[in-house]
């Protein structure tokens, strides 16, 4: 029996998106909507990933990028962890560890775009849609 990594990576996905979207059950109605549609999305392109790679020929070169999983489990921490830290913290953290991860160094780009991602969205969401996202608990 042969050993295909990216049919196991591709459940590990699978399995994972289907845990966090049960972990969103418990978010607000309209603040879970967003993740919901994502974690679908990945749980789909997941299961399509794992199916092509069951039919893939055996000995077919594959390259493999550590990168993709670590983006992944990041998500998947930003997610358990914004109801916790609120969205701006939580999205500073994510934005900030992420382009860490594909490769920015300069201290003060990850920092400008971190804090005006951060921004700009909470203030789209909160204000302009009137969309409610969580706040950091120690907020007034």
Request: glycine fraction near 6%; aromatic fraction near 16%; avoid cysteine.
């Amino acid at each position: 029996m042969s050993f295909n990594f990216d049919v196991l990576l591709a459940m590990f996905f699978a399995g994972t998106s289907i845990a966090l979207y049960v972990h969103t059950l418990g978010f607000p109605e309209v603040s879970a909507y967003f993740p919901q549609r994502i974690l679908i999305f990945i749980l789909v392109l997941s299961v399509l990933w794992g199916i092509e790679s069951w039919r893939k020929k055996e000995g077919a070169s594959v390259s493999l990028s550590i990168k993709p999983v670590i983006i992944f489990v990041l998500s998947a921490i930003y997610l358990a962890i914004i109801p916790r830290l609120g969205y701006v913290v939580s999205t500073f953290i994510y934005t900030s560890a992420s382009m860490a991860v594909l490769g920015v160094r300069r201290i003060t780009t990850i920092a400008a775009i971190s804090v005006g991602a951060s921004a700009v969205i909470f203030i789209l969401f909160a204000y302009v849609l009137g969309v409610p996202l969580p706040r950091f608990p120690f907020s007034l």
